[in-house]
């Protein structure tokens, strides 16, 4: 799945007057209709990047309640053996 997603404006759940963007309903059902997550993100400074967390940020927390997930960072930096050490 690739999105381009904007930097979060309007979370889902907030928008109550006019449209919901397309792209966003669609990723709504996918998460919606998920069983579980995984996600794989580069490394940004011990923890997933700022764009996963901003897709995140669209939707409510109750939208991951109760699916299992799993998050894979990965690192081509000096520290990548510090960081698949203490995963």
């Keep these: 799945l690739v999105l381009g997603v904007p ?6 759940h907030f ?7 397309a792209w966003l309903s669609a990723t709504a059902e996918e998460i919606q209709s998920a069983d579980a997550f995984v996600i794989v993100s580069p490394e940004y400074n011990g923890a997933y990047g700022p ?3 901003n897709l995140m940020d669209y939707f409510p927390i109750a939208s991951f309640k109760h699916k299992p997930c799993a ?4 690192s081509v930096g000096e520290d990548w053996k510090l960081s698949s050490e203490n995963s």
């Design 7 to 12: 930097v979060v404006q309007q979370p889902i």
């Design 15 to 21: 928008i109550k007057d006019g449209p919901i963007p």
């Design 71 to 74: 998050l894979v960072t990965y």
């Design 51 to 53: 764009a996963i967390a």
